[in-house]
């Protein structure tokens, strides 16, 4: 069983269960109104919330560690945001009684102050997806709460809140939701989101055959290469669809022994993108402790010394570990590559 009693452990289950119980309440209102980032990719009140109250809630029980993560209030406070900014704060009241709109922006910038946006390779931090797949949040399908503590540049806990994941890993819209939860060196753990007790140990599958992998890939063809992911597949010899889904809920689907492989290739429109640390980081403790293998395409261990983003690698590729070199050789063949 994994120390359930080491004060982060506790702090990041109460903190995500939290927050999925947020994002529920967001999504329940469909207060789902888009602000528009930089990169086009939608913001939800809820991202905002979810950000917010897990800022807060590490503000007070460990001060001193820094936040890492996607949102930051600039957007929020603009004049003609107002009224998305008094739902945020009133959502977050909810769950904080009497916070009142400056103190959400405080808590939403603790993930996107200066400080924050080189983490040291050296230290200690957290960092958070507050609504990671937020295309899925929108549709009323999977998405996930991420949060991770990392430490000398290794994830020392990775927490996923998945509320349309049951504790069987199955999608379940409208069940109770699951909290998976890994703790470097003691393995991979799941319960319901509303139950504080009856863990249960995941591990991947046993495949070893690659015709037999069952594929996962995000639901939105733009997230990743759609046509290299058919030549490896190809080139494989997968015989099953991939299964498409939103978010890291994916990682704790391949923790469980649902899934096989789980490719993020660089989309055509996209070469130079690198991923964000708060897209990975929880799931990769997932997967990893649960006996799975997690690289870059090139088979390179994920880098998390370099900032806000995984600078030194080039997409992702998990997988249950027997899977891993046959798949590494897939995205290097000539099927993988053609056109």
Request: charged residues 20%.
């Given at each position: 069983?994994?120390?359930?009693?080491?004060?982060?452990?506790?702090?990041g289950l109460e903190a995500v269960r939290r927050a999925v119980e947020l994002a529920r309440r967001v999504q329940d209102e469909m207060v789902g109104t888009a602000l528009a980032k930089s990169d086009k990719s939608p913001v939800t009140v809820a991202d905002f919330a979810v950000q917010a109250l897990v800022g807060g809630l590490?503000?007070?029980?460990?001060?001193?560690?820094?936040?890492?993560?996607?949102?930051?209030?600039?957007?929020?406070?603009?004049?003609?945001?107002?009224?998305?900014?008094?739902?945020?704060?009133r959502f977050v009241r909810g769950l904080r009684p009497g916070v009142d709109?400056?103190?959400?922006?405080?808590?939403?910038?603790?993930?996107?102050?200066g400080d924050a946006r080189r983490p040291p390779a050296a230290g200690r931090f957290w960092t958070l997806d507050p609504i990671d797949g937020t295309k899925g949040f929108l549709r009323g399908d999977q998405y996930a709460v991420a949060l991770a503590l990392l430490d000398q540049g290794e994830v020392q806990v990775g927490i996923l809140g998945c509320p349309n994941l049951n504790a069987d890993v199955q999608p379940d819209i409208a069940g109770a939701g699951c909290v998976v939860v890994a703790v470097r060196g003691q393995g991979t753990w799941i319960a319901p989101a509303v139950n504080a007790r009856g863990y249960r140990r995941l591990h991947v599958?046993?495949?070893s055959q690659p015709h037999e992998a069952r594929v996962l890939r995000s639901f939105e063809a733009a997230h990743t290469n759609?046509?290299?992911?058919?030549?490896?597949?190809?080139?494989l010899g997968v015989r099953a669809a991939p299964v498409l889904m939103d978010s890291q809920a994916k990682y704790a689907v391949l923790a469980a022994g649902h899934g096989d492989l789980l490719f993020r290739l660089l989309s055509a429109a996209r070469p130079d993108y690198?991923?964000?640390i708060w897209d990975q980081a929880a799931?990769?403790?997932?997967v990893q402790e649960a006996g799975g293998c997690i690289t870059d395409l090139a088979g390179k261990a994920l880098d998390f010394t370099t900032g806000r983003t995984l600078?030194?690698?080039?997409?992702?590729?998990?997988s249950n570990g027997k899977l891993h070199a046959a798949a590494l050789a897939a995205l290097k063949s000539p099927t993988a590559d053609s056109p």
């Amino acid at each position: 069983m994994f120390d359930q009693d080491r004060v982060e452990v506790r702090f990041g289950l109460e903190a995500v269960r939290r927050a999925v119980e947020l994002a529920r309440r967001v999504q329940d209102e469909m207060v789902g109104t888009a602000l528009a980032k930089s990169d086009k990719s939608p913001v939800t009140v809820a991202d905002f919330a979810v950000q917010a109250l897990v800022g807060g809630l590490l503000a007070e029980a460990f001060p001193g560690d820094l936040l890492v993560a996607e949102e930051a209030s600039g957007t929020l406070q603009a004049p003609e945001n107002a009224d998305t900014l008094a739902q945020v704060t009133r959502f977050v009241r909810g769950l904080r009684p009497g916070v009142d709109a400056a103190t959400v922006c405080r808590w939403i910038d603790r993930g996107a102050d200066g400080d924050a946006r080189r983490p040291p390779a050296a230290g200690r931090f957290w960092t958070l997806d507050p609504i990671d797949g937020t295309k899925g949040f929108l549709r009323g399908d999977q998405y996930a709460v991420a949060l991770a503590l990392l430490d000398q540049g290794e994830v020392q806990v990775g927490i996923l809140g998945c509320p349309n994941l049951n504790a069987d890993v199955q999608p379940d819209i409208a069940g109770a939701g699951c909290v998976v939860v890994a703790v470097r060196g003691q393995g991979t753990w799941i319960a319901p989101a509303v139950n504080a007790r009856g863990y249960r140990r995941l591990h991947v599958s046993t495949r070893s055959q690659p015709h037999e992998a069952r594929v996962l890939r995000s639901f939105e063809a733009a997230h990743t290469n759609t046509d290299e992911l058919s030549n490896v597949v190809q080139a494989l010899g997968v015989r099953a669809a991939p299964v498409l889904m939103d978010s890291q809920a994916k990682y704790a689907v391949l923790a469980a022994g649902h899934g096989d492989l789980l490719f993020r290739l660089l989309s055509a429109a996209r070469p130079d993108y690198r991923e964000q640390i708060w897209d990975q980081a929880a799931g990769s403790l997932v997967v990893q402790e649960a006996g799975g293998c997690i690289t870059d395409l090139a088979g390179k261990a994920l880098d998390f010394t370099t900032g806000r983003t995984l600078a030194n690698n080039r997409g992702v590729l998990a997988s249950n570990g027997k899977l891993h070199a046959a798949a590494l050789a897939a995205l290097k063949s000539p099927t993988a590559d053609s056109p």
